[in-house]
């Protein structure tokens, strides 16, 4: 039945040049599929991915796009299942679940194609307190119970001129694993091994504070609670219009922007192996204006060997989020677009999938 | 097949010889020349009927045993892979290297906040129910009964952001002042120097308490409501108080009932998932402190882990999750013999 299903749509024209495209520029998304499709994967990445939808799915009538946030693990599994075309993940496919991958993808491959930046970061509820510095050892030491009061010394040293009260401090962390404490938990063992002794993990190794199960009750408990510092994805962040700390990783304090995660991106080593894009990011990065506390968005999909209106809907979903348009339209949900160069590579990798 | 003899007339003196094996026993007519039920029809819709019923029970069986087996099948992989002991372990990481993984915390903390819930619950909805059944008038107990069911009607969904936003924060003075007066009961001790900040097994068990109220309350008011009115009266008229006539009359007839419906609250708060997960901070380390923050549950395990779990992990939650159904069926089996049992004696 499936073959008949292809059939169809090869016969329908699926490979015909649409005259009306123009490239790797706004029109990314020339040839449209049709049908219903699922991406499966991170929560955190629901509204750019709802974004990108919204302008797929105003250019390609006959489609209708879901996106299944129930975590990156979940995304991964249910690609690797043949139960959705393309998954989000915060984490590139490794180990067993690569060769399943691959063996799935067979006769073409599996590939990460970063698509998204999601800084971390780190926000505070303290009314009347404007500006508030972090290092990394600081932060590692309120997370895991050595600092409890706003206004120790150690802070109080490191934000000269800032009225620090003498307050409690509440550390807000996931209950739930997710990929955003992981990366964050990676960052802390990198920037400050000696006050983080535990191993990155996605569920979060210290207990100490308030757990929270969903991003909205995170956010919630740091709003609500006076005192108040939690870990909190900078789409959420800024959306809910928390406080955000500035981060000293030695070189001064750095707030999050564009610039600042693409210095962290530039010293970050991308690995390419045929279209497959994985970054090891440079958390443990000492350098003037960078920020290094921050997650990398993959798409994982199949260059080839997924039925044809899937990779139809695919490669034209892609070449739209990879398209400039698509990356502004991250900038306005508040995520961070791929820099240049990584972008450039995205585009050339998407550009080679197969169209169906 | 024709009548047999008439049984029963005066002058029969013998009893109508027994039917040929296989066949049914002749149908006897009524004295007074009435036809009773058709037979012939009337046999056919009673196999039609039976083989339905029974199909319907089956088929429920069956539901239960492919839960069962698929739960076994899914988990059995996982628990082989295990490298230290699934009932004493406290950490949770199966997905690590060399999986580690097991349910003490799981299940200390889902019997501890269980227990909190019924603990709290029961003498309310015991309340409840005796108020409505013998001192209310009878507008009011129609109505407190009404709203008491639409406890069970709110979404438990709901439940854990009220107790998230409202409940847990709201809890510090109270626990301070437990701590100051009865903190002498080691269970009610708070030992930080920081300010409570309650995600603590005692506000998931407040929760809970209300979840489960509904329940309990219900059942125990059809319990009450069974008292023989005789005995009821007799009490009272014998110059009992009201108190004294619920002590001595009602509640020793009601005690199996009530429990009954006690032990089926707890098995529903043994099962309660997205409120519990939602209040509960989560912490591995098993405590007895239960107005200290922190603690996971066989369901908030599943829910919280289950986005994220690689193979051996998603196992490892079908373990715990198969932990829960044993319980769960346990409990509830013994509530059904103690009722069964009350009724029978």
Request: aromatic fraction near 8%.
């Amino acid at each position: 039945m499936l073959a008949a299903l292809s059939s169809i749509f090869l016969v329908a024209g699926c490979g015909t040049d649409d005259p009306a495209a123009s490239g790797g520029g706004a029109a990314g998304a020339a040839n449209c599929a049709s049908g219903t499709f699922t991406v499966a994967g991170n929560s955190s990445m629901k509204k750019g991915i709802a974004a990108w939808i919204e302008a797929y799915q105003q250019r390609c009538t006959d489609v209708a796009v879901n996106f299944d946030g129930q975590g990156s693990g979940y995304g991964r599994t249910q690609f690797v299942q043949k139960h959705v075309p393309m998954a989000s993940s915060l984490a590139s496919l490794t180990g067993d679940q690569k060769v399943q991958a691959q063996q799935r993808c067979a006769p073409g491959a599996a590939v990460d194609l970063p698509m998204a930046i999601i800084p971390i970061t780190l926000s505070y509820n303290l009314p009347g307190v404007d500006r508030l510095i972090l290092t990394p050892s600081l932060i590692a030491r309120i997370f895991d119970g050595k600092i409890k009061r706003w206004n120790d010394p150690q802070l109080v040293a490191v934000n000269p001129g800032v009225a620090l009260p003498d307050k409690s401090i509440t550390p807000v962390f996931f209950s739930a694993d997710a990929g955003t404490s992981e990366n964050l938990t990676r960052f802390l063992v990198k920037q400050a091994p000696a006050d983080w002794p535990h191993k990155p993990s996605q569920s979060w190794p210290v207990s100490i504070g308030i757990g929270a199960a969903i991003s909205t009750t995170i956010v919630q408990a740091v709003k609500n609670t006076d005192g108040a510092l939690g870990y909190v994805d900078y789409p959420d962040a800024v959306d809910n219009k928390l406080s955000l700390a500035a981060l000293d990783t030695g070189k001064g304090p750095v707030m999050i922007s564009s610039e600042s995660v693409a210095k962290v991106l530039t010293a970050s080593t991308t690995s390419q192996d045929g279209q497959d894009i994985t970054l090891d990011l440079a958390y443990g990065l000492h350098e003037a204006g960078a920020y290094p506390a921050i997650m990398a968005v993959y798409e994982i999909t199949c260059t080839r060997g997924l039925p044809a209106a899937q990779a139809r809907f695919v490669k034209s979903f892609l070449t739209l989020t990879s398209s400039d348009e698509g990356q502004r339209l991250l900038a306005d949900a508040r995520y961070i677009p791929l820099p240049p160069d990584l972008h450039n590579r995205v585009t050339t990798a998407v550009a080679q999938l197969a169209a169906g | 097949m024709t009548t047999s003899d008439v049984v029963g007339s005066p002058t029969a003196s013998q009893p109508a010889p027994p039917p040929p094996p296989g066949q049914r026993p002749a149908w006897v007519e009524p004295d007074d020349g009435s036809s009773g039920l058709a037979h012939g029809g009337g046999d056919q819709g009673d196999r039609v009927f039976r083989a339905l019923t029974a199909a319907a029970s089956v088929f429920v069986l069956l539901i239960m045993a492919a839960l069962a087996a698929f739960l076994v099948y899914r988990a059995v992989p996982a628990l082989a892979a295990n490298t230290a002991n699934f009932a004493t372990e406290q950490r949770w990481s199966p997905d690590a290297d060399q999986p580690r993984f097991g349910v003490a915390a799981a299940l200390y903390f889902t019997l501890l906040t269980s227990m909190i819930a019924v603990v709290l619950a029961v003498p309310v909805a015991v309340g409840v129910a005796l108020f409505i059944t013998y001192l209310a008038p009878r507008r009011v107990s129609e109505g407190m009964g009404y709203l008491v069911e639409l406890l069970a009607a709110v979404p438990s969904i709901v439940y854990g952001l009220w107790g998230f936003t409202v409940l847990a924060p709201n809890l510090a003075g109270l626990v301070s002042w437990l701590d100051r007066w009865f903190g002498w009961t080691i269970v009610l001790r708070y030992r930080p120097d920081n300010e409570p900040n309650s995600y603590s097994p005692l506000a998931a068990g407040i929760v809970l308490a209300i979840m489960i109220l509904p329940i309990i309350s219900s059942l125990s008011r059809e319990v009450f409501r069974r008292v023989p009115r005789e005995q009821v009266e007799a009490a009272l008229g014998l110059g009992a108080t009201r108190w004294e006539m619920i002590w001595m009359t009602v509640l020793p007839v009601g005690r199996a009932g009530v429990t009954s419906a006690s032990l089926l609250g707890l098995g529903r708060a043994l099962a309660e998932t997205l409120a519990v997960t939602m209040v509960l901070s989560t912490a591995y380390n098993l405590t007895v402190h239960i107005t200290e923050s922190g603690g996971v549950t066989l369901a908030s395990i599943i829910v919280l882990k289950y986005g994220e779990a690689g193979e051996v992990g998603t196992g490892a939650l079908v373990a715990a999750g198969l932990c829960l159904f044993v319980i769960t069926l346990a409990v509830n089996f013994v509530a059904r013999m103690i009722l069964a049992r009350q009724k029978v004696g």
